[in-house]
C-alpha cells in the first residue's frame, strides 16, 4: 500500500499539490486551535476543545458553539465549491484565516476580546471544513477518475499525521514561548498551503461566467438542486447517511472514553492522549495499510463499509464497558480501524455516484452530518450519562449502532450496492 501510495504521488503533480494544501492546513489547524482553543473564554466555558471536555454539559455546551453556526453555512459552501475555480477557493479558504488570525496575534491575543477570538476560532475550523470538502471533491479529477480509494487512504492518512503534528508542535511549544508566536507559525503553515493550491493547474472545477449578484441569488435553487441529485443516486445518499451514522459512534466514544479515561488516569491529559490517540492512530494505520488489499477483495465497497462497521460497533459493544487501560486501548483501536476503512469506502462510493459538478454539496452534507453528529453524541450523553450507568450505556450505544448497520445494510440490498456499479451523476443545474 505504502508503494502505491509514494507511486500515486510521483505520478500526479496535481494530487500531490493537492495533498499538500490539505496536510499543510490541517497542520496550521492543529497549532492555531490548539493554541487559540485553551485561551478562549467565551459564555462561561473555559476552552474549545471537544475531546478535552471534562463532563457531558461542558462537552454539549462547546459542540453547540462551534458546530451549530458552521452548519448553517455548510451548504452555502457546497455549492460555491462546485461553481467556482477550486483552486483560487482552497488558497483563499487558507489565505484569509492566515491573514486574520496573523493581525488578531500581532495586535495583541491578550487585547482581542473573547467574541473575537471566539470568532476566529470559527473561522479556522470553517476554513478547515472548506478545504476538506474542497479536496474530496476535486481528488477523482486530479487522479483522472482512477485509483480513489488509495488517494482517499493517503489523503485521511497523511491529513490526520499532521494535524496530531500540528497539536503536538502547540502543546510543546506552549511550555516555552507565548501563545501569539506560536499562532503565527500556524498562519506561515496556512500560508504554505494557500500557496501550493494555486500551483496546481486541474482541480475540475466548474468556473461560472454569470455575475456574482446572479450566482447568489441562485444559491438557493443550487442547494435544493444539490439535494435533489444526492437523493436520486442511491450510492451517494446511502453513503452520506452511513457516514453521520458511524461518525456519531465515533463522536460518542471519543468523548465517553475520553470520561472514562480521566477517572482511570486521575486527569493526566499526556497519558490519556497517549492511550486514546495512540491506539487510535495504530488502528488508522493498520487500516491504511490494509486499504487496498481489502478493497480488491471485496466485492464492492459497500460490503467493506458495512464489515468496518461492524467491527467498530462489536467493539464498542464488548469493549465499551471494560474500565481499564488495556481495554479502552483495544476499543480505541478497533474504532480507529473501522472507520478509517469505512470512511474511505464512503469518500469513494460518492465521488464514483456524482459528477463532477456535483461532489462540493454532497460533501456539504458530509460537513452537516459531521456537525450533527457531534451535536447528538454530546446530547446522548448530557441526558443519560451516570456515574453507575456507564458501562450499561456505552454497550447499549454499541447495540444500538449494530441495529442501525444492519437497517443501512438492507438499504444497500435493495439499492442494488452489494451487487452492482452505479453510474456516475451528471451534469450541473
Known sequence: MIKQALGLVRSSRDFALLLGTQVFAQAGDGIVQAALAKYIAFGGQEGFDLEGARSPDELLRIALYIFVP??????????????????????????????????????????????????????????????????AAALPATLGGRDLVIGNAVSQMLGAMFQIAGVAFAFIAAGLVEVAPIVIIGCVVYGIGAALALSMQRAGEHVVKSGLGREIARVAANIAAGIREVAQHPKAAASITTYFWLRLLWSFAIAAVGFVARELLTDDNFAIAILTGGALAAGGGLGFLLARSLHERARTSAHLVVGSAIVAGVAMLVLGPLKFQAGIALLMFFLGLGFFLGKISLDTMVQEALGDDFRGRAFSLYDISYNLAWVAAA??????????????LLSGMGLVFLIGVAILAAWYRRAGLFTLTVPSGGSGP
Open 70 to 135: 458552521y452548519t448553517i453555512l455548510s451548504p452555502f459552501f457546497g455549492v460555491v465549491i462546485d461553481r467556482w475555480d477550486r483552486r483560487r477557493l482552497l488558497f483563499l479558504a487558507n489565505g484569509l484565516r492566515a491573514v486574520v488570525v496573523a493581525l488578531i496575534a500581532l495586535w495583541g491575543i491578550g487585547r482581542t476580546g473573547d467574541v473575537a477570538l471566539f470568532a476566529a476560532f470559527l473561522l479556522t475550523l470553517s476554513s478547515t471544513r472548506v478545504v476538506l470538502a474542497t479536496k
Open 379 to 392: 446530547s446522548i450523553l448530557k441526558i443519560f450519562w451516570a456515574d453507575e450507568g456507564q458501562s450499561v
